[in-house]
């Protein structure tokens, strides 16, 4: 396209200082697309019924693009239509006419033949693609009389080398063979013509496809790097707020904790008689204290690890977990505490962690050989037994045992019954196991393991079915409390005496709960948090001794908190 810089002044006496032209360059000619096919596409560029706004996005353009091409005019029509026209403008000039037996020079037929100089710049006209007809060439007056005149010198000078030098030439003319040849040959010039300008258009329009698809693709490429990039930076800049939000949490908790405890008249009065501090608690030999381990609070779950005084209502904060944890179970060997399995509320863990209470550290150790929660835990003869449990699709029968000096879990000796939510303790160099859900009921059943004979036995069931229970040892006695039997929360004991095989009604406790935690110290067994049937997480802690039957203890260092681990060391 020429651009025209004189094109919008009158006359044309100057150059325009806002040209309206741009020249643009055809990709692909169309057959036209109505409105109908189109709008889809465009739909949201519509800012009334028939009105809409001309700029596209990538994905409208790519659409638009891929709409109109759809609709290519054929490159062969194009050509054969061109190629026509140049066949009826493009005729053969006559040839001279014999004069005095002989022929008139071209020099002369030149100047008596206008037509002839009219079929050459018609020709001419063709191949530039203009294609107009011969009578608007006659009419037109674009061409100066002057330069016509210097047309038709320069074809006189030329004339004398075109003569032909033999007067023989009327055979040629005369001989309808010779005609025909010579409607051949331009019949083939026009279809080598027309090939080229084929293979020339097709080259043209593919190159420029590919780089206009080239061009899209990297622009695209080029806004997916950024994006990643913005997306990588909100993402750590989210994980950096989790991380300090977390810290900020715990300050306060911590802060909390120790506000509670210096309102709370039992501790001042031992912070004013015995030490003034936790630390020296925590030493005195004299002083026993249970081990609180993860669990759920109604909010979060918990990494937390706790020291509990009863006597005291004291609670300190040790070192937390590397992890939440919950529906765990947990065992002690070689003087440090392990706990294995649980989960978070959505996953389950097969990762074990154990604490070191003389340095306050965590250490990973060997993970179980598949990942369980709700499971039953114990130590027996150096060895941490892990028993039964589920992964939310399956409960087990399995158990599974770590040897350190082998250092890995190791399958062995399967229960006779699968149980999940199950309680498990060690009594007089046996295994017990109670309870539990199987997958259809809630279990009375119970069963020992003896390592002398490396199986399980049947022993007699308790009275009452129950899961997610609490199983303690007080004077060579088992103690069963609490639980669920399958259609509510119990307050309901049983006591089991190894030496008559029997299981005998306790007395209950004051609230009905389960899936709390519950630990001997000083010849009392203290169950701590839980959940009633209500759903409602208990923040109380019940005690019971041999002769006294249960007290409820309204304390202050304990908070709402269900599905922990307990242990005294």
Known sequence: MNVNPYGWIAGGSRKTLFPAQVQICVRLKCHPVSEAQFKPIIADNYYNRSHFWFELDHAQTSKLMSLLASFAVS?????YENTTQLRIMYQPASLPQKRDGGFETLASEVQNHSGWEIDSVDVSSCLDGMNRPLENQLDTDILEQDEENLVL???????????????????????????????????????????????????????????????RLVQEIEELKAFKLEQTFKVQCLEQKLVDAEEQIQELKDR?????????????????????????????????????????????????????????????????????????????????????????????????????????????RPSLTEKRGSLG????????????????????????????????????????????????????????????????????????????????????????????????????????????DGTKMVSSTEIFDPRLCLW????????????????????????????????HIVDTVEHFKEGEGWQERNTRAISKRCFLSAIVL
């Not at 490159?75 to 050509?79: A, M």
């Not at 669990?295 to 937390?304: F, Q």
């Not at 765990?328 to 440090?336: F, G, P, R």
């Open 504 to 535: 005998v009604d306790g007395v209950p406790m004051n609230q009905a709960r389960g899936y709390s935690a519950a630990a001997v110290v000083d010849e009392s067994i203290y169950v701590i948090g839980g959940v009633r049937s209500d759903e």
């Open 377 to 484: 835990g114990a130590t027996l003869n150096n060895k941490i037994f892990a028993v039964g449990g589920g992964n939310g699709t399956e409960c087990f029968s399995k158990v599974e045992m770590l040897d350190l000096y082998v250092g890995r879990w190791i399958p062995t000796r399967s229960m006779l019954q699968k149980r999940f939510a199950l309680a498990a303790m060690e009594l007089n160099g046996a295994l017990y196991v109670t309870g539990g859900f199987d997958g259809s009921d809630y279990l009375k059943s119970a069963e020992r393991f003896d390592p002398r004979e490396h199986s399980w036995t049947r022993i007699a069931s308790m009275n009452t079915r129950r899961g997610c229970h609490s199983l303690v040892v007080l004077n060579e006695k088992l103690y069963v409390v609490g639980g669920f």
């Open 75 to 79: 490159p062969i029509t194009s050509i």
């Open 256 to 364: 909390c904790m120790i506000l509670e405890s210096m309102s709370n008249p039992s501790m001042t009065h031992t912070n004013d008689t015995a030490s003034d501090s936790f630390d020296d608690l925590y030493k005195d030999p004299n002083v026993r204290s249970i081990y609180l381990v993860g669990g759920y609070d109604g909010d979060s779950w918990l990494p937390s690890l706790d020291l509990y005084f009863p006597s005291q209502d004291v609670l300190k904060s040790l070192k937390p977990m590397s992890t939440v944890r919950s529906y765990a179970s947990i065992a002690q060997l070689n003087d440090e505490i392990y706990i294995f399995g649980g989960g978070n509320g959505q996953t389950w863990y097969d990762t074990v962690e154990s604490y070191n209470p003389a340095n306050d550290q965590w250490t990973l």
């Open 153 to 215: 010198k320069q074809l006189q000078e030329l004339a004398p080398k075109h003569e032909p030098k033999d007067s023989s030439f009327t055979g040629y003319v005369e001989d309808s063979t010779a005609r025909d040849d010579n409607c051949s040959e331009e019949k083939s010039a026009e279809g080598q013509m027309g090939l080229g300008f084929r293979n020339e258009l097709s080259a043209s329009t593919s190159s420029d496809d590919s780089q206009c698809s080239i061009a």
